[in-house]
């Protein structure tokens, strides 16, 4: 946790934790640490009153994750898929008090197969707080595609292997989000 405060304390970014947060103390510690927002996941499935008191305790600060596989939230690592829908889900964060959403469609993530546009804007019209995209993302054409969902509530996209396998610099995907929309 050391890492994550010099993080925090060293740089101007905005700085999301999550993994393994699942009680009002472990959160309250990684916010003491300067994160300016925490992704709780599995916990949010489980207990709507933990993720409720948190989201009454820390307004604002309380991002949901949700994994899904063919429409169903997967918990645990993605080990389990329940039969509950992610759009379900995310409905019920957000009358929890959810600030925002992570959604990640699984069988896309880390494949670098773009992601999964249907079911991101699906999830995004069915919420009224901003959705992160997440899983699949290859090129900057994938960015791109994603541009014109910022109107129905996709507000970011998570990056990792594409920027790992230097598909592409961190300055250009910046530099593509930075331009005017022609949507």
């Known amino acids: 946790m050391r890492e994550v405060e010099t993080i ?14 699942r009680s009002v103390e472990a959160v309250k510690a990684a916010l003491d640490l300067g994160v300016d927002r925490v992704v709780i996941g599995t916990a ?18 309380i991002v949901v994750g949700i994994d899904a596989r063919d429409g169903k939230v997967a918990v645990k690592g993605w080990k389990e898929t329940t039969a509950m829908d992610a759009v379900e889900l995310a409905q019920r964060c957000a009358a929890d008090g959810a600030s925002r959403i992570i959604y990640t469609d699984i069988s896309r993530d880390g494949t670098r197969q773009g992601v999964n546009i249907d079911e991101t804007l699906k999830l995004a019209r069915a919420v009224t707080i901003p959705v992160i995209a997440s899983g699949g993302v290859a090129t900057l054409e994938d960015l ?8 129905d509530g996709v507000e ?12 592409f610099s961190l300055k250009e995907a910046t530099a593509l989000a930075s331009e005017p929309s022609t949507s």
Do not use: I
């Open 8 to 21: 925090c304390r060293e740089t101007n970014l905005t700085v999301e934790l999550g993994g393994g947060l």
């Open 44 to 61: 949010a499935y489980r207990s709507t009153e933990l993720l409720r008191a948190l989201c009454e305790q820390f307004p604002q600060k």
């Open 144 to 151: 791109r595609r994603l541009l014109p969902l910022e109107k």
């Open 156 to 167: 970011a996209v998570v990056v990792g292997r594409a920027l790992y396998a230097r598909a």
